[in-house]
């Protein structure tokens, strides 16, 4: 079982910053995905790390203005997420897989184990 929980959220102003942080309970290397919620919507992929976390893929909405990493030694994944819109507004996830699975992972039925969530809200 691996417990992840998210951190870093908050109101911010357009056109603001913020860095999520994924910290898991256990070392691992498996491919991780961020995902968000907004009011009324389903949840959708933003971005992810594949397996071994070298290959990073993203989102078409964030392309460009969001950034996932790794830090292995501290069991944490970041999103780095820069020019928020407020349509970025959502609760945000991230979720790890129980076993390696390769490739690049966008579906949230790919994923096993899920965070709790973090809420950021991007006033205009």
């Known amino acids: 079982q691996v417990q992840l929980v998210e951190s870093g959220g908050g109101l911010v102003q357009a056109g603001g910053s913020l860095r999520l942080s994924c910290a898991a309970s256990?070392?691992?290397?498996?491919?991780v995905g961020w995902f968000r919620q907004g009011p009324g919507k389903e949840r959708e992929f933003v971005s992810g790390l594949a397996y071994g976390g070298s290959t990073s893929f993203y989102a078409d909405s964030v392309k460009g203005r969001f950034t996932i990493s790794r830090d292995s030694a501290k069991n944490t994944v970041y999103l780095q997420m820069n020019s928020l819109r407020p349509e970025d507004t959502a609760r945000y996830y991230c979720?790890?897989?129980?076993?390696?699975?390769?490739?690049?992972?966008?579906?949230?039925?790919?994923?096993?184990?899920w965070g709790q969530g973090t809420q950021v809200t991007v006033s205009s």
């Open positions: 979720a790890t897989t129980r076993f390696v699975r390769l490739g690049i992972l966008r579906n949230r039925d790919e994923y096993d184990y």
């Open positions: 256990v070392r691992t290397f498996n491919a």
